[in-house]
Nanobody, 117 residues
Framework: QVQLVESGGGLVQPGGSLRLSCAASGFTLDYYTIGWFRQAPGKEREGVSCINSGKGITYYADSVKGRATISRDNTKDTVYLQMNGLKPEDTAVYYC??????????WGQGTQVTVSS
C-alpha cells in the first residue's frame, strides 16, 4: 500500500532553514500530486505547497511564497520542502499528502517543526 514518511523537522531559530523530506513508496501511478500541509495547535490544517508528477508544476501558499521551495527526486520517490527565513508562525506539524489522478488521498504521519529562540 501507499506509504509516505516525512522527516527533517526539528527546532530551529527564527531566520533559520530546514529541509523536509517526504519519501513515498508502494505505488506506481501515472499521475499524482504530492503536497505539503501544516497544522498548528488550535488551527486547521492548511496547504503549504505542492508539486505534480508530470511537468512538475508547483504551488505555494502566500504565507511561504518566496521562502519555500518544493522539489522532487524521482529516482528516490522523494519530495522535498526547503524552507528558509523561518518564522515562529511556521511552527506546526508538517504533513505530506499524495493525491492520485482518481482523487484518492494518502497522508504521512507528520514531522514537527518548531521555530523558537
Amino acid at each position: 500500500q501507499v506509504q509516505l514518511v516525512e522527516s527533517g523537522g526539528g527546532l530551529v531559530q527564527p531566520g533559520g532553514s530546514l529541509r523536509l523530506s517526504c519519501a513515498a513508496s508502494g505505488f506506481t501511478l501515472d499521475y499524482y500530486t504530492i503536497g505539503w500541509f501544516r497544522q498548528a495547535p488550535g488551527k486547521e490544517r492548511e496547504g503549504v505547497s505542492c508539486i505534480n508528477s508530470g511537468k512538475g508544476i508547483t504551488y505555494y501558499a502566500d504565507s511561504v511564497k518566496g521562502r519555500a521551495t518544493i522539489s522532487r527526486d524521482n529516482t528516490k520517490d522523494t519530495v522535498y520542502l526547503q524552507m528558509n527565513g523561518l518564522k515562529p508562525e511556521d511552527t506546526a506539524v508538517y504533513y505530506c499528502k499524495l493525491t492520485t489522478g482518481q482523487g484518492a488521498h494518502y497522508w504521512g504521519q507528520g514531522t514537527q517543526v518548531t521555530v523558537s529562540s
